[in-house]
Structures are given as structure tokens and as C-alpha cells.
């Protein structure tokens, strides 16, 4: 049996990330963000300079290793055992009473008793791993998200504005950064989008509408590394300044499984089931 822990934080952390300030918003914030880095960037960084494929490969097997070794120490296995077994007894009862309903409710309440008594010996497992898992799955959602902006290579930026925000929109750039289009877009929809070109580093994107003006930060490198996709204002004429990145695709752009194209998300997913399932049984997990 996986650990809810294995299942239910990836979910969740899709939904609500160590890389937002909202729901499903790729902006970072920056004292969570720096916390993160700090601690991971030393250890698990490295991991990703054999190429995102590999280094969630190997984070996948070391967190199911941790997790499945903390449940071998940290919970009563032989406790764990027995109720397995008993649950399997209880199954068994189940299907032979099938044409006895009454007294096969009985049967199935005695049974979710046990069940519930073997998730119990679960707990202490799944606390002492939950924040060590959230921390990490907060620094992957950061960091593997998305394509890095490489030197040379179009991208495009976007601008969100206040409903009744109309007119033109300028985006000023720095020495190293080239627009390919006009540096003046009409703004419809509350959006104005604006296609670029940088060099590797660090540049600053000045946008402007009417009297007011916003920066965003971009980095171009030939690294997995990238600023946050976007930024949030309050009481501004911008909602929000996004960079539009290329969502990762670590089995190569061109894989596809049944349609579906797995992002670090979903290749951790299927590798940590399998190696779950692997750990379970060489160290005789309940």
C-alpha cells in the first residue's frame, strides 16, 4: 500500500506551491523562494545539470527510499502485518457471504475498523516525512516548471491590465535585449503582448501605459534556471506582467504517452509509484 503522503502532495501542490502567491500563479515569493534555494540549491541542484530527465529520476528514488525507510522504522510492522492479514481474512468473508447481506455488513464494519486502526500506525510515518516532502516538492515546482529563456530565442512577455485600461502600451528594453516588433502595442482585451529577443544574463523590461510604470526581471541562460513567470499588483493599472516560458517537458518535446506529454510533475508521479512499490517489497513494508 503507497502512503497517502506519496499520492496526495503532488495533488496538492500543484494546486497551492512554494512557487506562488495564488492558485496555480507562477510567481514566487521571494523569502520562501530564498529559504528553498538555500537549502536545495547546494544538494539537489547538481541533480539537474545531468539533464531535467535524470535528476527528477534520482529525486524520485531517493524521497521513495526516505519515505519507505521511515516507514520501516517508524511504524510497528509486525503490528502492521497482522492486520493485513486479518484484512485479507476479512475480504475473503466478504465474497463467501455475498448472498448473505446482512451478515456481510457486519463483516465489512469489523473489517473497516481494522482498516481504520492500520492507517493509524500510518501517522507518525506520514508526519515525521510531511515537511521535508513539502520543502522539496516547493523547491521542484519552482525550479522545473518551465523551459529556460535561452540566448537568441524569441520569447514573448505579456501585459495584463485594470478592466477600462485602454490605449497604447510601451515596453523599453535594455542594451541587451531586442524587440522583434514594435516597442508600442495597442492594448485589447486588457492585454498587450510584446515578442523579444536577449542575451544570456540578468535584463530589466520597463512597461509603461499612460503615466505608470512597472519592471520585470528576465534571465536568459543556457542553465534550467529562469525568474518567476509573473507579478502581481495591487492598486495599479497592471494586474499582472507574465513571461509566456515553455512548459519543461523532460521526456523530450516530441514524447508523448497516449496524447498526454508528462511534465516533471507527471514523470515524478509514475517513477515514484514504481519505485515505491520496488521499496516496499525488498524491505517488507505493510
Given amino acids: 500500500m503507497l502512503s497517502l503522503l506519496e499520492l496526495f502532495i503532488p495533488y496538492f501542490l500543484r494546486q497551492i506551491d512554494f512557487s506562488t502567491n495564488k492558485f496555480i500563479n507562477h510567481s514566487r515569493p521571494k523569502s520562501t523562494m530564498a529559504f528553498l534555494d538555500s537549502i536545495f540549491n547546494p544538494t539537489l541542484g547538481p541533480l539537474m545539470n545531468l539533464s531535467p530527465f535524470w535528476g527528477i529520476l534520482i529525486m524520485s528514488l531517493l ?25 485479507k481474512e476479512y475480504q475473503k468473508k466478504m ?81 541587451g535585449t531586442t524587440l522583434v516588433g514594435s516597442a508600442v502595442q495597442e492594448i485589447k482585451d486588457s492585454t498587450a503582448t510584446w515578442s523579444l529577443k536577449s542575451t544570456i544574463g540578468e535584463h530589466f523590461l520597463n512597461f509603461k501605459v499612460g503615466q505608470e510604470e512597472q519592471t520585470k526581471k ?18 495599479s493599472d497592471f494586474t499582472q506582467i507574465k513571461v509566456n516560458y ?18 516533471w510533475l507527471g514523470l515524478y508521479i509514475i517513477t515514484s509509484l514504481v519505485f515505491s512499490v520496488l521499496f516496499r517489497k525488498v524491505f517488507n513494508i505493510y
Avoid: C
Avoid at 516530441?254 to 506529454?261: E, P
Fill in 218 to 235: 528576465i534571465l536568459t541562460s543556457t542553465k534550467l534556471e529562469y525568474e518567476s513567470q509573473m507579478t502581481v499588483y495591487d492598486h
Fill in 95 to 175: 465474497k463467501e457471504l455475498r448472498d448473505n447481506p446482512q451478515e456481510m455488513m457486519k463483516v465489512q464494519k469489523e473489517a473497516m475498523g481494522k482498516n481504520f486502526e492500520y492507517m493509524k500506525h500510518s501517522f507518525k510515518p506520514t508526519l515525521i516525512t510531511m515537511l521535508p516532502i513539502l520543502l522539496i516538492f516547493g523547491w521542484m515546482t519552482a525550479h522545473l516548471s518551465f523551459e529556460p529563456i535561452y540566448p537568441g530565442e524569441t520569447y514573448t512577455v505579456t501585459a495584463v491590465f485594470k478592466p477600462g485600461v485602454l490605449g497604447p502600451a510601451e515596453l523599453v528594453v535594455d542594451n
Fill in 63 to 87: 524521497i521513495s527510499l526516505a519515505i519507505t525507510l521511515v516507514y520501516k522504522y517508524f511504524s510497528n510492522q509486525t503490528e502492521m502485518k497482522r492486520l493485513k492479514d486479518e484484512q
Fill in 246 to 263: 515553455n512548459k519543461l517537458r523532460p521526456m523530450g518535446p516530441d514524447f508523448t504517452l497516449l496524447g498526454w506529454q508528462p511534465g
